[in-house]
């Protein structure tokens, strides 16, 4: 053992009820979910090279949940030793996105913790230390080759058509040899010394993996410019910080039997690993930036709730212990996650999926005065900043009376999917309507004579002023009485009455969208709008 005898008696548990589980035919479904229960320390490991990703916060949130579930730890780590792709500003918008979510950390850049610093850049030192110990124990080489070298061996063997790999010429450098370089100050990389043979690895959700280790190639674990690469600091800083489960991505999965071989060159215990299934479009294609909102950030900004992102996330490769069931708070969440429910299927985005879920939490919060607030508190500077001398009927501000809003809100929470709906499909309600846009004279095309007659005249403007009180019921009479005064249908006076107060065909019941605009603003619309 190498630094720390640290050992992990709680991760070898989980491991070995697994094992009894898979033996006595168990399967990951069965009504006997595995549990792991002992304090579990995950980390999530992002490279700030860019916005969170979908599937990146499936993983934080996965790592989250099992570290409280637990009463574990759950670490925040950024892996910005890859100097060429840092993207200023990436970390904290990560952070912020997390945050956002509801997945904070127990350690990391911002709380600081036992481990710091939770900055890899912060950490060369130790990895160049690890990287000695490798070399001076015969599992690491430095290699002297030069760019140039590698891009001319690559070129050869594509010509030959041999596989991409280094060709290990610096693997049998003798001491004196590299004593010479070294005293020349000669730029040197080190690698990996793969051994021959197989690894294999034991994955939570793949099972046994075998890898033949002809095809690992003796990767760089220290560059030139002294920054490790990810598998070098991946590796030491998953053991340093006492990493207990290993939860990511899929795509690490051909990187593991390099961290297996770290481990063994080490003399440490590996941690658990479980490796997510991809995130893939409906077209079955991997989720990516060409396929359109992959990014955390767009879903804040559309106005999707944090609960439904984090909920919608979490059933990406995950399912609930009643598959009835699926709509959770975050401490729903909590209290239903297990390892038992991760599936190695890959999982398929669905947005329409996603407003679904989206529209649940919003009903979800409808139902109480906090939640109600949450929203017209997150509105009211939506419609200001939305509406303020935009107004195309000469109003100078939009309506924003919280009242208002939450009224709003509730006659309409049935026909939305996101509380910015409201401000997209419902100007009418902040704003006076446009009547010379192209949906309004499509609408107005299809009135018929008789209702706009009807609607439109002196007798029926009286009648409306004359309305007490001015609710949906009574204005519903209105309708009735003018239809039957004017020998016009009932649902052509209230298609006529729609156009008049909104200039659209979208919303709530016309009556109950006059009680809420009130009657001024109805009698205005009104004289206005024909
Ligand atoms: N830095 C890697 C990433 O960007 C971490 C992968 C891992 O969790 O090991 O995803």
Request: charged share 25%.
């Amino acid at each position: 053992m190498l630094f720390r005898a640290w050992r992990r008696p709680l991760s070898r548990l989980a491991t070995v009820q697994h094992i009894l589980n898979r033996r006595a035919g168990l399967s990951l479904h069965s009504i006997q979910r595995f549990q792991h229960t002992s304090p579990a320390r995950v980390r999530f490991a992002p490279s700030p090279t860019g916005y969170l990703h979908l599937g990146g916060l499936r993983t934080a949130l996965y790592n989250y949940l099992l570290a409280k579930k637990t009463n574990g730890s759950f670490i925040l780590r950024i892996e910005d030793t890859d100097r060429t792709r840092l993207v200023e500003g990436a970390t904290d918008k990560l952070i912020s996105a997390l945050s956002w979510a509801g997945v904070e950390a127990d350690e990391g850049p911002r709380q600081g913790g036992p481990h710091s610093p939770y900055f890899q850049s912060q950490r060369t030192d130790i990895y160049r230390h690890h990287a000695q110990y490798l070399i001076d124990n015969g599992h690491a080489y430095r290699c002297f080759c030069t760019p140039d070298r590698l891009d001319d061996m690559r070129k050869e063997q594509s010509k030959r058509g041999r596989r991409i790999a280094y060709d290990r010429r610096c693997a049998s450098l003798t001491n004196e040899q590299i004593e010479k370089n070294l005293a020349m100050d000669m730029p040197f990389t080190v690698r990996l010394k793969t051994p021959k043979g197989m690894t294999q690895i034991d994955d939570f959700l793949h099972g046994k993996v075998n890898f033949n280790n002809a095809i690992l190639d003796d990767s760089v674990l220290m560059k030139s410019d002294g920054y490790p690469t990810y598998h070098l600091a991946n590796v030491v800083d998953d053991y340093l910080m006492g990493i207990t489960h290993v939860l990511r991505g899929d795509e690490w999965l051909p990187s593991t039997p390099k961290h297996v071989l770290l481990y063994r060159a080490f003399g440490w215990e590996a941690p658990q690993f479980i490796h997510l299934p991809l995130l893939l479009n409906k077209d079955g294609t991997k989720l990516s930036k060409r396929s359109g909102d992959v990014h955390v950030e767009q879903y804040i900004d559309k106005g999707y709730f944090p609960e439904a992102v984090a909920n919608f996330v979490a059933l990406l490769g995950w399912a609930p212990p009643n598959a009835e069931e699926e709509i959770f708070t975050m401490d729903e969440l909590l209290e239903k996650f297990d390892l038992a429910g991760l599936n190695k299927s890959q999982a398929v985005v669905s947005l329409e999926k996603l407003d679904w879920i989206n529209k649940q939490h919003l009903l979800k919060r409808a139902q109480t005065a906090q939640g109600l607030q949450s929203m017209v508190d997150y509105l009211v500077p939506v419609i200001r900043n939305r509406f303020t001398n935009s107004v195309p009927g000469g109003e100078a501000s939009p309506r924003l009376e919280p009242t208002y809003i939450k009224n709003v809100l509730v006659t309409m929470k049935e026909r939305i999917r996101n509380v910015m709906d409201i401000a997209d499909m419902c100007p009418y309600f902040f704003v006076e309507p446009a009547y010379d846009t192209e949906q309004a004279s499509a609408l107005r095309k299809k009135l018929k004579p008789n209702a706009i007659a009807a609607v439109n005249k002196e007798e029926t403007r009286r009648m409306l002023e004359a309305l007490a009180p001015f609710d949906a019921e009574k204005i519903n009479e209105f309708f009735q009485q003018i239809a039957a005064d004017n020998n016009a249908k009932v649902n052509h006076v209230q298609m006529a009455m729609r156009y008049a107060m909104t200039g659209t065909n979208v919303g709530a019941a016309v009556n109950s969208t006059m009680a809420l605009l009130g009657k001024s603003t109805c009698v205005d619309r009104l004289a206005r709008s024909f």
